[in-house]
């Protein structure tokens, strides 16, 4: 099945700074979505986006499917950022949809 | 509109005692999904329908779990003879369609299952 890697798997950031978290992915695919779980636990679409540039306030996201790797763009950090982002990827077609996540990036962002 | 409900959030349960978990998807969502989510890790595939039909049950982890979705909105997640291992968060998803641009996935808030 597709193996989907994130890095880093940690993140400790001052507010303020920006990142860029990534994914990459084994195979193709036509579904790609990135989630924030928040520390209540709420998994938060932020992104659907199997190719292409998509922008929505201070995060961006960039997906090249030719290459098998996502990124996402957290600009000017704020502490309501910190949780875990989820990359999830999906092949639809066929007999199933699911949605194949990865280990998922820990960001923690100190006031 | 309203998002995707799931009842109960949180569910304590003995050992050996059966439970259903109930997934209310956003109204018009045609695909429903379920996932499992262990602490520190991204959730995992369970079943998935399209209207009443289940398409997909490869990730159901035995034959204690089944699901269902009989009118094609509403879906229940029983598992029979709880065991510790079955411990975890259990979500629910939906979209508008199973292929295209419906594909999008919303989530619930999840159920926190613990089995003592």
């Known amino acids: 099945g597709i193996q989907v890697e994130q890095s880093p798997p940690d993140l400790i950031l001052q507010e303020g700074a920006n990142s860029t978290l990534r994914c990459n992915f084994s195979?193709?695919?036509?579904?790609l979505q990135w989630f924030h779980q928040n520390p209540w636990g709420q998994l938060i679409n932020l992104f659907y986006?199997?190719?292409g540039t998509k922008q929505n306030g201070r995060l961006s996201a960039t997906t090249v499917a030719t290459e098998r790797y996502s990124l996402l763009y957290i600009s000017s950090s704020q502490t309501t950022d910190s949780g875990v982002y989820f990359c999830?990827?999906?092949?639809?077609?066929?007999?199933?949809?699911?949605?194949?996540f990865g280990t998922g990036t820990l960001l923690a962002v100190q006031p | 509109g309203a998002g995707v409900s799931q009842s109960p959030r949180y569910k304590v349960t003995k050992r050996g005692q059966d439970v259903a978990l109930r997934c209310d998807p956003i109204?018009?969502?045609?695909?429903l999904y379920w996932y499992r989510q262990a602490l520190g890790q991204g959730p995992e595939f369970l079943t998935y329908?399209?209207?009443?039909?289940?398409q997909d049950k490869s990730g159901l982890p035995n034959d204690r779990f089944s699901a269902e979705r009989p009118e094609g909105s509403i879906s229940t997640l029983t598992i029979q003879r709880t065991e510790q291992r079955d411990s975890a968060m259990y979500r629910c998803?939906?979209?508008?369609w199973g292929s295209g641009t419906g594909y999008e996935q919303y989530f619930g808030p999840g159920t926190r299952l613990t089995v003592t």
């Open positions: 998803a939906s979209s508008l």
């Open positions: 195979d193709s695919v036509n579904n």
């Open positions: 986006i199997p190719s």
């Open positions: 999830a990827v999906g092949r639809y077609g066929g007999a199933t949809n699911k949605l194949i």
């Open positions: 109204s018009g969502h045609v695909s």
């Open positions: 329908f399209n209207y009443e039909a289940q």
